[in-house]
């Protein structure tokens, strides 16, 4: 399912959010342009959990970035334009409705906060992982984990597959998010043990996911502001 947009229009510019896109574009560009020095900027930026429970336990790493600055700074890389492609299309698509709810100060640290929430719970499930960890997934999740608290009934519009075609349909985000939610949650049980090989890090999606839904009111995201 490939999300559209949603029946809630704002009522202010979402800079945070176009910000944002902006800023992964740009890096993403910049990867574009490392070639063989790219395996290199990963592993100075990404989440390598190996390294971060390395600092946890006071062994210094010999890396110029502090391992803890890792869990913000992996946030803004991707590893391919499908990558970043289908995450600014949910941040987009999602994140909008919540920076005008909360205020773009707010929105930003929520975001960032979700962001590092998301990469520890990818970490507490795969400590001595040495797999770069990359992408803005965990704190967009957050972000949708917000939107279905906020907005369960609102109707996502939704590209859909029906056999060789491709069709639109409105559905309900609590439908829509749910069933994202229950794929990444059963994704992340099944990859327990496989850190090294499953190349995707269920658990900072799943993660972000209950973190922005459970922060999202802590930050007033059920005030109205509208």
């Known amino acids: 399912m490939i999300p559209l ?15 944002l896109i902006a800023i992964n574009v740009i890096v993403f560009l910049h990867q574009i342009t490392l070639g063989s020095e790219l395996d290199d900027f990963f592993q100075l930026y990404a ?14 790493t010999n890396q110029p970035v502090p391992e803890i600055l890792t869990l913000i700074t992996s946030q803004f890389l991707h590893g391919g334009l499908m990558h970043i ?55 967009i999740a957050g972000v949708m984990g917000a939107y279905l608290i906020k907005y ?4 996502i519009l939704t590209l859909l597959p029906l056999f060789i075609i491709w069709t639109t ?7 829509f998010l749910g069933f994202w939610f229950v ?9 327990l043990g496989m850190e090294e090989a499953s190349g995707v890090a269920y658990w ?15 930050f007033g995201l059920m005030s109205d502001r509208r």
């Open 5 to 19: 947009n949603d029946e809630n229009p704002t009522h202010s510019t979402p800079i945070v959010v176009y910000a």
């Open 47 to 60: 989440v390598i959990p190996q390294e971060l429970s390395a600092s946890f336990d006071g062994v210094a």
């Open 85 to 139: 492609g289908g995450n600014m299309l949910f941040l987009w698509t999602f994140g909008d409705n919540i920076e005008h709810d909360l205020g773009h100060v707010k929105f930003l640290l929520f975001y960032l906060v979700c962001g590092v929430l998301a990469g520890l719970t990818h970490w507490f499930f795969g400590m001595q992982s040495s797999v770069p960890t990359i992408g803005a997934s965990g704190a």
């Open 152 to 155: 369960p009934k609102a109707k």
């Open 169 to 175: 349909v409105r559905i309900p985000a609590i439908y």
């Open 183 to 191: 794929q990444q949650a059963f994704s992340s049980v099944a990859s």
């Open 204 to 218: 900072a999606h799943a993660g972000g996911f209950v973190f922005g839904a459970i922060l999202g009111p802590m």
